[in-house]
T-cell receptor, first 115, second 107 residues
Framework: GAVVSQHPSWVICKSGTSVKIECRSLDFQATTMFWYRQFPKQSLMLMATSNEGSKATYEQGVEKDKFLINHASLTLSTLTVTSAHPEDSSFYIC???????????FGPGTRLTVL | KNEVEQSPQNLTAQEGEFITINCSYSVGISALHWLQQHPGGGIVSLFMLSSGKKKHGRLIATINIQEKHSSLHITASHPRDSAVYICSSRIGNQFYFGTGTSLTVIP
């Protein structure tokens, strides 16, 4: 199946700094990418949907100025957590879809810890 | 808004048992996904279905559109099936997720 990578796989940062997470589709063109966060023992929460070349659509309650999403190419989307706070510590997962099947392919996730 | 409910929340089975996980949703959908999340966090999309039944190896997914219900079955369960199984409904580009079913298969 199609492969989606995320980088970094884990990151620790100080409160107030910004962190960028990359999501890449390695062997297909991802017209749509999705960003999720997941707290321990909880299910996935969709944060935003991004289509290549256009602004991301954020879910209700997700601050677009805090979680900056860029989907500049068909193989790369980035999520930047700006001015990170300890409560932003979470597992961030991206998925990508494209092509006829419309299946989502998930990245391995990025564990963010804000000190 | 679409509510997605899964049952059971936790399930422990003996190796070889037949397992069923259920998912109910509240409004009409364009597709329903079954996802598998392993302890390390990685997620695999198992099935996407909008009607009928799909089978892949020991996994079978069914959906009843009229009853707004889907089931995921695992035949001849194995310890490597231990994971969290998540049901997700899709309406256009809106996704709604169940809270997941944590499955543990004991050798």
């Amino acid at each position: 199946g199609a492969v989606v990578s995320q980088h970094p796989s884990w990151v620790i940062c100080k409160s107030g700094t910004s962190v960028k997470i990359e999501c890449r589709s390695l062997d297909f063109q991802a017209t749509t990418m999705f960003w999720y966060r997941q707290f321990p023992k909880q299910s996935l929460m969709l944060m935003a949907t991004s289509n290549e070349g256009s602004k991301a659509t954020y879910e209700q309650g997700v601050e677009k100025d805090k979680f900056l999403i860029n989907h500049a190419s068909l193989t790369l989307s980035t999520l930047t957590v700006t001015s990170a706070h300890p409560e932003d510590s979470s597992f961030y997962i991206c998925s990508a879809s494209g092509g006829a099947t419309d299946t989502q392919y998930f990245g391995p996730g990025t564990r963010l810890t804000v000190l | 808004k679409n509510e997605v409910e899964q049952s059971p929340q936790n399930l422990t089975a003996q190796e070889g048992e037949f397992i069923t996980i259920n998912c109910s949703y509240s409004v009409g959908i364009s597709a329903l996904h079954w996802l598998q999340q392993h302890p390390g966090g990685g997620i695999v999309s198992l099935f996407m279905l909008s009607s009928g039944k799909k089978k892949h190896g020991r996994l079978i997914a069914t959906i009843n559109i009229q009853e707004k219900h889907s089931s995921l079955h695992i035949t001849a369960s194995h310890p490597r099936d231990s994971a969290v199984y998540i049901c997700s409904s899709r309406i256009g580009n809106q996704f709604y997720f169940g809270t997941g079913t944590s499955l543990t298969v004991i050798p």
